[in-house]
């Protein structure tokens, strides 16, 4: 899959007219590199190449969490080009999510339903996202997925550490403490015993990133505060919880290209959150108090689900009830996962060509 992701990036930077919001380029001379590097990547490359930045009147850096932009400033020094390092670290951890994943679900699922939900994760129409985009997603899915496989280990303390790297990289990260807790005092019949204490080491991750932002900034809660600068702030509130403005939208026949990828999003949102009762069933509780604060945040925040496609790919339990079911649906599968694969392409070329797409 990642080799059809740069050859759609690739094609869609060089056929493609572009969106005039792209205003600089990664790699003007290598579309199917250059077409992965859109949006976000900037904020990580100025990061990893500039370090930190706050200011409550306008975007700052620091809404973005540190662990992958420091990996790319370490990765540069071997490499010597930041967006290459990003590059090779989304798609590192987009492998390894696969495998962990792999692995994760073989444990729990027949053979074929195991192999079904993995062909959902892959041809999920953004899992552009694992196969080298450079955002932080891909390592997020990984650090979490190393996690729960830890605790499934009984390595509670090394679940800690890899949950650490989770809240170290996205905010949501904290849904994996609550999940990583609960699932450990359901392995032990309902109590957090001491020898499951690690997993609350996960918390770090976030600890540390607030204590660098005190000594550096002088407020630990810089993050938060740097979502309300302009353009980024969604004023919470009944019209953001309940999508007022994007069904309004809608109502009204506004049908471009920006609502209907949103209107993507929401559906993947709706269909994923519908799954959790089933992720309880087969999985466990821990796993569904997971799923509902990976999803549940960012879906509760945003004002009309955009990016919600790409915070569904860290509930991947979501997947392998998915894959459950389409396994005893052989005709409905193929149906599916064929759609599915045509919106990861739309979706890749979309976001190479500097459309927002999450």
């Known amino acids: 899959m ?17 969106n005039p919001a792209g205003t600089w380029r990664a790699f003007p001379a290598i579309p199917w590199l250059d077409g992965l590097c859109r949006w976000d990547a900037g904020w990580f490359h100025r990061i990893a190449r500039d370090g930190y930045s706050f200011d409550v009147s306008r975007q700052s850096s620091v809404a973005f969490f540190p662990l992958f932009p420091l990996l790319i400033r370490v990765l540069t020094w071997l490499v010597r080009n930041d967006y290459v390092a990003g590059i090779a670290i989304a798609m590192s951890a987009g492998f390894g999510s696969v495998l962990l994943f792999r692995q994760w679900v073989g444990a729990r699922l027949v053979a074929p339903a195991a192999r079904t939900s993995l062909w959902v994760l892959l041809l999920f129409p953004f899992s552009l996202y694992l196969f080298g985009a450079m955002y932080s997603d891909a390592l997020f899915v990984f650090a979490a997925l190393a996690a729960f496989v830890s605790l499934e280990h009984d390595r509670p303390w090394l679940a800690g550490l890899c949950g650490a790297a989770a809240t170290a ?11 990583l807790a609960v699932r450990a005092a359901e392995r032990r019949g309902g109590r957090l015993t001491g020898a499951d204490s690690g997993v609350l080491v996960s918390l770090a991750g976030l600890g540390l990133y607030c204590v ?9 809660l810089a993050w938060v505060h740097a979502a309300a600068a302009p353009g980024w702030f969604v004023e919470p509130g009944p019209a953001a919880w309940f999508k007022a403005v994007f069904l309004r939208d809608l109502l ?15 559906m993947l949102c709706v269909i994923a959150c519908a799954t959790i009762p089933a992720v309880w069933r087969r999985f466990g509780i821990g796993y569904a108090v ?61 976001y190479a060509a500097w459309y927002p797409t999450s």
Do not use: K
């Open 290 to 350: 997971y799923v509902l604060g990976v999803l549940g945040i960012p879906a509760v925040s945003s004002p009309d689900f955009f990016g919600m496609g790409r915070y569904v790919l860290p509930a991947f339990p979501c997947f392998a009830v998915a894959g459950v079911f389409l396994h005893e649906r052989p005709r409905l599968a193929r149906s599916v996962l064929a759609a599915s694969f045509v919106g990861q392409v739309v979706m890749t070329a979309l």
């Open 252 to 266: 009204h026949g506004r049908w471009d290209v920006s609502n209907c990828v949103r209107l993507v999003h929401a």
């Open 169 to 179: 990289t996205r905010p949501v990260g904290l849904a994996v403490v609550v999940g």
């Open 212 to 220: 660098f932002l005190q000594v550096r900034f002088g407020d630990p």
């Open 2 to 18: 990642v080799g059809v992701t740069l050859v759609v990036a690739g094609c869609a930077v060089a056929f493609l007219p572009m």
